[in-house]
Structure formats: structure tokens, C-alpha cells
């Protein structure tokens, strides 16, 4: 089968300052149908430099399944609803991923 956009699968990570930020987000991803499946991973600690001042923190993953299709959805959806003033939205696509894994994303988001 070959992969087009509607049925090729996509990885959307961002960061959150804290907890309670990223499972909002999360919820809505899901409840509007613009991901399939989101984990959040607590813990992660970021380095990096912000308007000339590096800066330390620990942040929260949020990481979404979803489809290439919905990348245009789904990351100006983030991005208006982010609490940051420039939100890390990033999407990757596997080369390689379990097909029935894959089918269920996909027919996850076409239900909604």
C-alpha cells in the first residue's frame, strides 16, 4: 500500500511548563479529533536560550499521533492555543511503524 498524506502517520511534539498545560492540551487534541493518542512525559529538563539569556527549566513532552493531513489543523490549533509566546511545534515522520498501529491511528481520526 502506497502512503499518501491521508494515511501517513505523523509524530507532533511540544513542550509545557507544566503539567496540568500539557493534559489540557492533550484533551482537546483528542476531544476535536486531531490525534488519535497523546503521552506526556514529566521531567524533561531543557537548556536553552531565550531573547539572549539562557535559560534552565523543567518542562513537560507532549507527544500526538496523528496523520500528515491534519498537520495544518493541528499545529495552528496548538500554536493559538499554547500557553508559550513561541511554541515548540514540531512533527516527524517515522519511516517505519507497526501497520496495524498505523490503521488504528487513521481510523481513529476518521471517525471524528
Same mark, same amino acid.
Request: aromatic share 8%; hydrophobic share 40%; with cysteine.
Given at each position: 500500500? /502506497?502512503k499518501?498524506?491521508?494515511?501517513? +502517520? @505523523?509524530?507532533?511534539?511540544?513542550?509545557?511548563?507544566?503539567?496540568?498545560?500539557?493534559? %489540557?492540551? /492533550?484533551r482537546?487534541?483528542?476531544?476535536?479529533? +486531531?490525534? %488519535?493518542?497523546?503521552?506526556i512525559?514529566?521531567?524533561?529538563?531543557?537548556?536553552?536560550?531565550?531573547?539572549?539569556?539562557?535559560?534552565?527549566?523543567?518542562?513537560?513532552? +507532549?507527544? /500526538?499521533?496523528t496523520?500528515?493531513?491534519?498537520?495544518?489543523? @493541528?499545529?495552528?490549533?496548538?500554536?493559538?492555543?499554547?500557553?508559550y509566546?513561541?511554541?515548540?511545534? @514540531?512533527?516527524?515522520?517515522?519511516?517505519?511503524?507497526d501497520?496495524?498501529?498505523?490503521?488504528?491511528?487513521? %481510523?481513529? +481520526?476518521?471517525?471524528?
Amino acid at each position: 500500500m /502506497a502512503k499518501t498524506s491521508s494515511t501517513e +502517520l @505523523i509524530i507532533v511534539t511540544s513542550s509545557f511548563a507544566v503539567l496540568g498545560d500539557a493534559n %489540557a492540551m /492533550a484533551r482537546k487534541l483528542i476531544e476535536r479529533g +486531531l490525534a %488519535a493518542c497523546v503521552q506526556i512525559h514529566e521531567g524533561v529538563h531543557s537548556i536553552y536560550r531565550w531573547k539572549g539569556t539562557v535559560c534552565e527549566e523543567k518542562e513537560v513532552i +507532549l507527544v /500526538a499521533k496523528t496523520n500528515a493531513n491534519k498537520w495544518g489543523e @493541528i499545529s495552528s490549533f496548538m500554536k493559538t492555543e499554547h500557553p508559550y509566546d513561541l511554541p515548540e511545534i @514540531i512533527a516527524v515522520k517515522p519511516t517505519e511503524y507497526d501497520l496495524e498501529y498505523g490503521q488504528w491511528v487513521m %481510523a481513529e +481520526l476518521q471517525s471524528k
